[in-house]
Protein backbone atom coordinates (compact mmCIF):
# COMPACT_ATOMS: atom_id res chain seq x y z
CA UNK A 1 0.00 0.00 0.00
CA UNK A 2 0.83 3.29 -0.80
CA UNK A 3 2.42 5.68 2.18
CA UNK A 4 -0.52 7.72 4.08
CA UNK A 5 -1.59 10.76 1.86
CA UNK A 6 -2.46 12.53 5.05
CA UNK A 7 0.80 13.20 6.97
CA UNK A 8 2.63 14.23 3.80
CA UNK A 9 6.04 16.07 4.17
CA UNK A 10 6.69 16.21 0.49
CA UNK A 11 7.07 19.92 -0.78
CA UNK A 12 8.45 18.90 -4.09
CA UNK A 13 4.78 18.57 -5.47
CA UNK A 14 3.58 21.37 -7.76
CA UNK A 15 0.98 23.18 -6.04
CA UNK A 16 -2.37 25.16 -7.02
CA UNK A 17 -5.43 26.62 -6.26
CA UNK A 18 -8.09 24.40 -5.92
CA UNK A 19 -12.17 24.84 -5.02
CA UNK A 20 -13.17 21.79 -3.81
CA UNK A 21 -17.78 21.16 -4.00
CA UNK A 22 -19.23 19.43 -1.38
CA UNK A 23 -18.83 18.95 2.36
CA UNK A 24 -19.77 15.55 2.64
CA UNK A 25 -17.19 12.76 3.36
CA UNK A 26 -16.10 12.40 -0.12
CA UNK A 27 -15.35 16.78 -0.49
CA UNK A 28 -13.91 17.13 3.30
CA UNK A 29 -11.55 14.57 3.06
CA UNK A 30 -10.68 15.23 -0.14
CA UNK A 31 -10.15 18.83 0.81
CA UNK A 32 -7.19 18.24 3.41
CA UNK A 33 -5.37 15.76 1.18
CA UNK A 34 -5.35 18.42 -1.56
CA UNK A 35 -4.65 21.04 1.58
CA UNK A 36 -1.92 18.53 2.73
CA UNK A 37 -0.42 18.64 -0.26
CA UNK A 38 0.58 22.28 0.12
CA UNK A 39 -2.29 23.38 -2.43
CA UNK A 40 -4.43 26.40 -1.03
CA UNK A 41 -7.65 24.70 -0.90
CA UNK A 42 -11.21 26.07 -0.40
CA UNK A 43 -14.37 23.95 0.45
CA UNK A 44 -17.37 24.88 -0.67
CA UNK A 45 -21.07 23.99 0.52
CA UNK A 46 -24.64 25.27 0.84
CA UNK A 47 -24.91 23.50 3.94
CA UNK A 48 -23.26 22.40 7.20
CA UNK A 49 -20.56 20.12 6.43
CA UNK A 50 -21.84 16.72 6.86
CA UNK A 51 -25.77 17.30 6.57
CA UNK A 52 -26.44 15.32 3.61
CA UNK A 53 -25.76 11.06 3.13
CA UNK A 54 -22.50 11.82 6.40
CA UNK A 55 -24.79 12.35 8.69
CA UNK A 56 -27.21 9.87 8.58
CA UNK A 57 -25.53 6.66 6.70
CA UNK A 58 -25.16 3.40 8.64
CA UNK A 59 -21.27 4.24 9.67
CA UNK A 60 -20.23 0.85 8.26
CA UNK A 61 -16.50 0.76 6.43
CA UNK A 62 -17.62 -1.98 4.59
CA UNK A 63 -14.59 -2.96 3.33
CA UNK A 64 -16.38 -6.09 1.53
CA UNK A 65 -19.18 -4.30 -0.27
CA UNK A 66 -17.37 -3.90 -3.62
CA UNK A 67 -19.75 -6.58 -5.53
CA UNK A 68 -22.31 -5.01 -7.71
CA UNK A 69 -25.73 -4.20 -6.72
CA UNK A 70 -26.49 -4.40 -10.46
CA UNK A 71 -26.23 -8.44 -10.48
CA UNK A 72 -28.46 -10.57 -11.66
CA UNK A 73 -29.08 -11.77 -8.55
CA UNK A 74 -30.34 -8.47 -6.84
CA UNK A 75 -32.04 -7.99 -10.40
CA UNK A 76 -34.22 -11.35 -9.93
CA UNK A 77 -35.17 -10.48 -6.89
CA UNK A 78 -36.16 -7.14 -7.06
CA UNK A 79 -39.88 -7.58 -8.65
CA UNK A 80 -40.25 -9.22 -5.09
CA UNK A 81 -39.15 -6.40 -3.15
CA UNK A 82 -41.69 -3.95 -5.32
CA UNK A 83 -44.26 -6.18 -4.42
CA UNK A 84 -43.33 -6.81 -0.38
CA UNK A 85 -44.55 -2.92 1.25
CA UNK A 86 -41.48 -3.55 3.86
CA UNK A 87 -39.02 -4.85 0.89
CA UNK A 88 -35.74 -2.87 0.70
CA UNK A 89 -36.46 -1.31 -3.12
CA UNK A 90 -40.15 1.10 -3.77
CA UNK A 91 -40.48 3.04 -6.49
CA UNK A 92 -42.54 6.13 -6.81
CA UNK A 93 -44.67 5.36 -9.93
CA UNK A 94 -44.74 8.64 -11.07
CA UNK A 95 -41.13 9.21 -11.27
CA UNK A 96 -40.74 5.87 -13.05
CA UNK A 97 -41.08 7.22 -16.43
CA UNK A 98 -38.51 9.48 -16.31
CA UNK A 99 -35.89 7.38 -14.66
CA UNK A 100 -36.78 4.17 -17.98
CA UNK A 101 -33.35 5.12 -19.90
CA UNK A 102 -31.50 4.81 -16.47
CA UNK A 103 -33.75 1.67 -15.43
CA UNK A 104 -32.16 -0.14 -18.93
CA UNK A 105 -29.32 0.78 -18.26
CA UNK A 106 -29.09 -0.71 -14.96
CA UNK A 107 -30.39 -4.08 -15.92
CA UNK A 108 -27.67 -4.26 -18.74
CA UNK A 109 -25.35 -3.54 -16.81
CA UNK A 110 -26.77 -6.32 -14.25
CA UNK A 111 -26.49 -9.27 -17.08
CA UNK A 112 -23.27 -8.15 -18.24
CA UNK A 113 -20.17 -10.52 -18.25
CA UNK A 114 -17.88 -7.78 -16.43
CA UNK A 115 -19.19 -8.05 -13.25
CA UNK A 116 -16.42 -9.40 -11.59
CA UNK A 117 -13.70 -6.60 -13.08
CA UNK A 118 -16.72 -3.98 -12.04
CA UNK A 119 -16.05 -5.72 -8.43
CA UNK A 120 -12.34 -5.62 -8.52
CA UNK A 121 -12.33 -2.24 -9.68
CA UNK A 122 -14.62 -0.98 -6.42
CA UNK A 123 -12.43 -2.87 -4.29
CA UNK A 124 -8.80 -0.98 -4.60
CA UNK A 125 -11.72 1.62 -3.03
CA UNK A 126 -13.14 0.15 -0.36
CA UNK A 127 -10.30 -2.22 0.66
CA UNK A 128 -8.14 0.43 2.19
CA UNK A 129 -10.82 2.18 3.93
CA UNK A 130 -9.80 0.90 7.48
CA UNK A 131 -6.42 1.47 7.53
CA UNK A 132 -6.42 5.14 5.83
CA UNK A 133 -9.19 6.17 7.93
CA UNK A 134 -7.01 5.17 11.14
CA UNK A 135 -4.61 7.63 9.95
CA UNK A 136 -6.52 10.17 8.44
CA UNK A 137 -8.80 10.26 12.04
CA UNK A 138 -5.09 10.19 13.97
CA UNK A 139 -3.75 13.14 12.33
CA UNK A 140 -7.33 15.08 12.79
CA UNK A 141 -7.23 14.04 16.67
CA UNK A 142 -10.97 11.95 16.22
CA UNK A 143 -9.71 8.74 16.54
CA UNK A 144 -12.42 7.55 19.33
CA UNK A 145 -14.98 7.71 16.62
CA UNK A 146 -13.71 5.08 14.43
CA UNK A 147 -14.16 1.28 15.90
CA UNK A 148 -12.31 -1.61 14.00
CA UNK A 149 -14.98 -4.58 13.97
CA UNK A 150 -16.34 -7.75 12.38
CA UNK A 151 -20.16 -7.62 11.41
CA UNK A 152 -22.62 -10.33 10.48
CA UNK A 153 -25.66 -10.29 7.85
CA UNK A 154 -28.30 -12.50 9.40
CA UNK A 155 -31.27 -14.39 7.55
CA UNK A 156 -34.23 -16.01 8.81
CA UNK A 157 -33.83 -19.12 6.52
CA UNK A 158 -31.17 -21.75 4.72
CA UNK A 159 -32.26 -20.47 1.25
CA UNK A 160 -31.54 -17.04 2.08
CA UNK A 161 -27.89 -18.02 3.01
CA UNK A 162 -27.44 -19.78 0.37
CA UNK A 163 -29.21 -16.58 -1.92
CA UNK A 164 -26.19 -14.74 -1.02
CA UNK A 165 -22.89 -17.61 -1.47
CA UNK A 166 -22.12 -16.15 -4.06
CA UNK A 167 -21.62 -12.80 -3.07
CA UNK A 168 -19.77 -14.10 0.06
CA UNK A 169 -17.61 -16.09 -2.29
CA UNK A 170 -16.42 -13.41 -4.28
CA UNK A 171 -15.60 -11.65 -1.19
CA UNK A 172 -13.19 -14.87 0.24
CA UNK A 173 -11.72 -14.54 -3.56
CA UNK A 174 -9.80 -11.69 -2.43
CA UNK A 175 -9.17 -12.92 0.79
CA UNK A 176 -12.12 -12.18 3.43
CA UNK A 177 -12.56 -13.83 6.37
CA UNK A 178 -16.22 -15.39 5.80
CA UNK A 179 -17.96 -17.87 8.38
CA UNK A 180 -21.26 -19.17 8.40
CA UNK A 181 -22.77 -19.37 11.90
CA UNK A 182 -25.85 -21.02 13.07
CA UNK A 183 -28.91 -20.21 15.70
CA UNK A 184 -26.88 -20.60 18.44
CA UNK A 185 -24.10 -19.10 17.36
CA UNK A 186 -26.15 -16.09 16.59
CA UNK A 187 -27.44 -16.16 19.95
CA UNK A 188 -24.00 -16.18 21.57
CA UNK A 189 -22.65 -13.64 19.54
CA UNK A 190 -26.39 -11.15 19.29
CA UNK A 191 -28.44 -12.38 22.89
CA UNK A 192 -31.09 -9.74 21.56
CA UNK A 193 -31.71 -10.24 18.13
CA UNK A 194 -34.68 -12.36 17.21
CA UNK A 195 -34.65 -16.08 17.31
CA UNK A 196 -36.78 -15.82 14.08
CA UNK A 197 -32.71 -15.49 12.47
CA UNK A 198 -31.53 -18.95 12.23
CA UNK A 199 -28.78 -18.39 10.00
CA UNK A 200 -25.69 -15.76 9.22
CA UNK A 201 -22.28 -14.80 7.46
CA UNK A 202 -19.82 -13.46 10.12
CA UNK A 203 -17.25 -11.31 8.13
CA UNK A 204 -13.99 -10.25 10.11
CA UNK A 205 -11.84 -7.06 9.05
CA UNK A 206 -14.35 -3.96 9.02
CA UNK A 207 -15.06 -1.16 11.32
CA UNK A 208 -17.62 1.51 11.91
CA UNK A 209 -17.98 5.03 12.46
CA UNK A 210 -19.90 6.11 15.83
CA UNK A 211 -20.83 9.12 14.83
CA UNK A 212 -20.60 9.76 10.90
CA UNK A 213 -21.20 13.24 10.97
CA UNK A 214 -18.84 13.99 13.64
CA UNK A 215 -16.16 12.72 11.78
CA UNK A 216 -17.17 15.05 8.62
CA UNK A 217 -16.93 17.97 11.22
CA UNK A 218 -13.58 16.64 12.74
CA UNK A 219 -11.98 16.91 9.60
CA UNK A 220 -13.32 19.93 8.27
CA UNK A 221 -12.33 21.97 11.68
CA UNK A 222 -8.34 20.66 11.16
CA UNK A 223 -9.10 21.44 7.23
CA UNK A 224 -9.92 25.18 8.40
CA UNK A 225 -6.92 24.71 11.30
CA UNK A 226 -4.49 24.07 9.12
CA UNK A 227 -5.29 27.14 6.92
CA UNK A 228 -8.31 26.06 4.31
CA UNK A 229 -10.92 27.57 3.69
CA UNK A 230 -14.66 26.42 4.08
CA UNK A 231 -18.00 28.69 2.57
CA UNK A 232 -21.13 28.12 3.54
CA UNK A 233 -22.78 29.24 0.13
CA UNK A 234 -24.98 27.58 -2.56
CA UNK A 235 -23.54 27.30 -5.75
CA UNK A 236 -25.21 28.91 -8.69
CA UNK A 237 -22.83 29.03 -11.40
CA UNK A 238 -19.73 27.08 -12.69
CA UNK A 239 -17.67 29.46 -15.14
CA UNK A 240 -14.78 27.81 -17.19
CA UNK A 241 -12.06 30.04 -18.96
CA UNK A 242 -8.86 28.59 -20.61
CA UNK A 243 -7.12 29.73 -17.13
CA UNK A 244 -9.25 29.07 -14.42
CA UNK A 245 -12.90 27.91 -12.67
CA UNK A 246 -15.08 30.37 -11.56
CA UNK A 247 -17.38 28.95 -8.92
CA UNK A 248 -20.58 31.52 -8.55
CA UNK A 249 -22.34 31.93 -5.62
CA UNK A 250 -25.11 34.87 -4.73
CA UNK A 251 -22.56 36.40 -2.83
CA UNK A 252 -19.33 35.81 -4.38
CA UNK A 253 -17.39 34.05 -7.29
CA UNK A 254 -14.27 32.30 -6.30
CA UNK A 255 -11.49 31.84 -8.71
CA UNK A 256 -9.17 28.70 -8.47
CA UNK A 257 -6.38 26.56 -10.69
CA UNK A 258 -8.26 23.51 -10.49
CA UNK A 259 -11.87 22.69 -9.63
CA UNK A 260 -13.27 19.51 -7.79
CA UNK A 261 -17.01 18.33 -7.95
CA UNK A 262 -17.40 15.94 -4.64
CA UNK A 263 -21.46 17.05 -4.66
CA UNK A 264 -23.05 13.98 -4.37
CA UNK A 265 -26.86 12.83 -5.67
CA UNK A 266 -26.17 16.88 -6.78
CA UNK A 267 -23.69 17.00 -9.26
CA UNK A 268 -24.99 16.42 -11.72
CA UNK A 269 -27.38 19.25 -11.40
CA UNK A 270 -24.04 21.29 -10.93
CA UNK A 271 -22.30 20.13 -13.91
CA UNK A 272 -25.26 20.54 -16.31
CA UNK A 273 -23.65 24.28 -16.08
CA UNK A 274 -20.22 23.17 -17.91
CA UNK A 275 -22.58 21.42 -20.52
CA UNK A 276 -21.94 17.99 -19.48
CA UNK A 277 -24.75 15.76 -18.78
CA UNK A 278 -24.09 12.66 -16.13
CA UNK A 279 -27.35 10.28 -15.74
CA UNK A 280 -26.96 10.22 -12.08
CA UNK A 281 -29.47 8.80 -10.18
CA UNK A 282 -30.23 8.66 -6.76
CA UNK A 283 -30.73 5.85 -4.48
CA UNK A 284 -33.07 7.95 -1.51
CA UNK A 285 -32.02 5.87 1.85
CA UNK A 286 -34.15 6.15 5.24
CA UNK A 287 -32.79 5.86 8.68
CA UNK A 288 -34.28 5.45 12.37
CA UNK A 289 -31.92 6.14 15.28
CA UNK A 290 -33.27 4.82 18.69
CA UNK A 291 -31.53 7.04 21.36
CA UNK A 292 -33.05 4.93 24.26
CA UNK A 293 -33.26 1.52 22.29
CA UNK A 294 -33.21 -0.92 25.54
CA UNK A 295 -31.70 -3.32 23.53
CA UNK A 296 -28.49 -3.86 22.11
CA UNK A 297 -25.84 -4.65 19.35
CA UNK A 298 -22.06 -5.58 19.70
CA UNK A 299 -21.62 -4.96 16.30
CA UNK A 300 -23.31 -3.71 13.13
CA UNK A 301 -25.51 -6.06 11.82
CA UNK A 302 -27.36 -6.52 8.42
CA UNK A 303 -31.04 -8.03 8.91
CA UNK A 304 -29.73 -10.43 5.04
CA UNK A 305 -33.64 -10.40 3.97
CA UNK A 306 -34.81 -6.80 3.55
CA UNK A 307 -31.12 -5.14 3.06
CA UNK A 308 -31.16 -2.88 6.52
CA UNK A 309 -28.19 -1.92 8.54
CA UNK A 310 -28.01 -1.93 12.19
CA UNK A 311 -25.27 -0.11 13.94
CA UNK A 312 -24.81 0.79 17.58
CA UNK A 313 -23.67 4.75 17.51
CA UNK A 314 -22.58 7.48 20.15
CA UNK A 315 -26.34 8.59 19.66
CA UNK A 316 -28.13 5.46 19.76
CA UNK A 317 -28.77 2.34 17.89
CA UNK A 318 -29.08 3.38 14.14
CA UNK A 319 -31.19 1.40 11.24
CA UNK A 320 -30.22 2.31 7.91
CA UNK A 321 -30.80 1.44 4.47
CA UNK A 322 -33.83 0.73 1.93
CA UNK A 323 -33.99 2.06 -2.19
CA UNK A 324 -36.46 4.08 -2.91
CA UNK A 325 -36.41 5.78 -6.53
CA UNK A 326 -38.10 8.74 -6.54
CA UNK A 327 -35.96 11.82 -7.49
CA UNK A 328 -33.94 14.52 -5.53
CA UNK A 329 -37.14 16.47 -5.09
CA UNK A 330 -40.23 14.28 -2.96
CA UNK A 331 -40.76 14.48 0.14
CA UNK A 332 -39.65 12.12 2.80
CA UNK A 333 -42.03 8.96 2.74
CA UNK A 334 -43.47 7.62 5.63
CA UNK A 335 -44.17 4.46 4.83
CA UNK A 336 -40.79 3.72 4.08
CA UNK A 337 -40.15 5.12 7.83
CA UNK A 338 -42.72 2.64 8.69
CA UNK A 339 -41.43 -0.10 6.96
CA UNK A 340 -38.16 0.08 8.36
CA UNK A 341 -39.68 0.69 12.03
CA UNK A 342 -41.54 -2.56 11.47
CA UNK A 343 -38.36 -4.55 10.27
CA UNK A 344 -36.24 -2.79 13.31
CA UNK A 345 -38.54 -3.69 15.80
CA UNK A 346 -39.21 -7.35 14.29
CA UNK A 347 -35.12 -7.77 14.09
CA UNK A 348 -34.69 -6.90 17.86
CA UNK A 349 -37.96 -7.43 19.63
CA UNK A 350 -38.41 -5.26 22.68
CA UNK A 351 -36.60 -2.46 20.61
CA UNK A 352 -38.34 0.94 22.15
CA UNK A 353 -38.99 3.20 19.45
CA UNK A 354 -39.95 6.13 21.73
CA UNK A 355 -37.83 9.06 20.34
CA UNK A 356 -36.33 7.67 17.41
CA UNK A 357 -36.12 9.66 14.95
CA UNK A 358 -35.79 9.72 11.11
CA UNK A 359 -34.29 10.62 8.38
CA UNK A 360 -34.11 10.85 4.41
CA UNK A 361 -30.95 11.09 2.51
CA UNK A 362 -29.91 10.76 -1.51
CA UNK A 363 -27.19 8.35 -2.73
CA UNK A 364 -25.69 9.36 -5.71
CA UNK A 365 -25.80 6.66 -8.10
CA UNK A 366 -24.81 5.38 -11.72
CA UNK A 367 -26.61 2.10 -13.38
CA UNK A 368 -23.06 0.30 -13.50
CA UNK A 369 -22.65 1.16 -9.79
CA UNK A 370 -19.54 2.56 -10.25
CA UNK A 371 -18.51 5.96 -8.99
CA UNK A 372 -16.66 8.79 -11.40
CA UNK A 373 -13.35 9.89 -10.86
CA UNK A 374 -11.64 11.23 -13.49
CA UNK A 375 -10.91 14.65 -15.21
CA UNK A 376 -13.57 16.63 -17.16
CA UNK A 377 -14.00 15.23 -21.04
CA UNK A 378 -13.94 19.18 -21.90
CA UNK A 379 -12.09 20.66 -19.41
CA UNK A 380 -8.83 18.89 -17.95
CA UNK A 381 -9.24 21.60 -14.90
CA UNK A 382 -12.18 19.67 -13.62
CA UNK A 383 -12.25 16.91 -11.32
CA UNK A 384 -15.13 14.29 -10.82
CA UNK A 385 -15.90 12.47 -7.56
CA UNK A 386 -19.13 10.96 -6.71
CA UNK A 387 -21.54 8.56 -7.83
CA UNK A 388 -20.14 6.52 -4.62
CA UNK A 389 -24.13 5.12 -4.21
CA UNK A 390 -23.73 3.43 -0.83
CA UNK A 391 -20.05 3.34 -0.14
CA UNK A 392 -19.04 7.38 0.07
CA UNK A 393 -17.62 6.90 3.47
CA UNK A 394 -16.03 3.92 2.61
CA UNK A 395 -14.27 4.83 -0.20
CA UNK A 396 -13.30 8.40 0.76
CA UNK A 397 -10.08 7.81 2.06
CA UNK A 398 -9.08 6.39 -1.55
CA UNK A 399 -11.34 8.65 -3.95
CA UNK A 400 -9.14 11.57 -2.34
CA UNK A 401 -5.69 10.38 -2.59
CA UNK A 402 -6.78 9.40 -6.24
CA UNK A 403 -7.96 13.25 -7.03
CA UNK A 404 -5.17 14.23 -5.12
CA UNK A 405 -2.86 12.23 -8.09
CA UNK A 406 -5.22 13.97 -10.72
CA UNK A 407 -5.07 17.65 -9.53
CA UNK A 408 -1.37 17.19 -9.58
CA UNK A 409 -1.33 15.66 -13.15
CA UNK A 410 0.26 12.66 -11.63
CA UNK A 411 -0.27 9.31 -12.73
CA UNK A 412 -2.71 7.55 -10.51
CA UNK A 413 -2.28 5.19 -7.77
CA UNK A 414 -4.99 2.97 -8.77
CA UNK A 415 -6.39 1.70 -12.06
CA UNK A 416 -9.35 4.66 -12.53
CA UNK A 417 -9.95 3.41 -16.36
CA UNK A 418 -13.30 2.19 -14.70
CA UNK A 419 -14.95 5.25 -13.53
CA UNK A 420 -14.29 7.40 -16.90
CA UNK A 421 -17.42 9.55 -17.00
CA UNK A 422 -16.78 8.84 -20.42
CA UNK A 423 -18.63 5.52 -20.10
CA UNK A 424 -21.86 7.02 -19.38
CA UNK A 425 -22.04 10.03 -22.17
Known amino acids: MQSSPYNSDDNTKQTCSVTVIGAGIIGV ?9 GHSVTLIDKDKPGSGCSFGNAGLLARSSFVPLTSPTTLLQAPGWLLNPDGPLSVRWRY ?3 IIPWLYNYIKAGFSNELKQRGEAVYQLTGPSVVLFEQLAASVGCSDLLVKTDYLQVYRTRGKLLNAESDMNARRDLGFNISTVDADK ?3 MEPDLSTDFKWGHH ?4 GYVKDPQALVLAIKQQFCREGGVYVEQAVTDIVQNELSCEVVTAEQSISSDKLVVAAGAFSARLLAATNINIPLETERGYHITCPQAKVNLNRPVMEGDNKFLATPMQMG ?10 GLDAPLNRRRIKSLQRG ?4 LPGLDLEQSSEWLGFRPTLSDSLPVICTAPNNQRIIYAFGHQHLGLTCAPMTAAVVADLVAERQPCIDISRFDV ?3 I
Do not use: N
Request: net charge positive; hydrophobic share 55%; no cysteine.
Open 29 to 37: VTAITLLRE
Open 422 to 424: KRL
Open 344 to 347: ASKM
Open 317 to 326: LRFAGTVELA
Open 203 to 206: ILGH
Open 96 to 98: LIK
Open 186 to 188: LRE
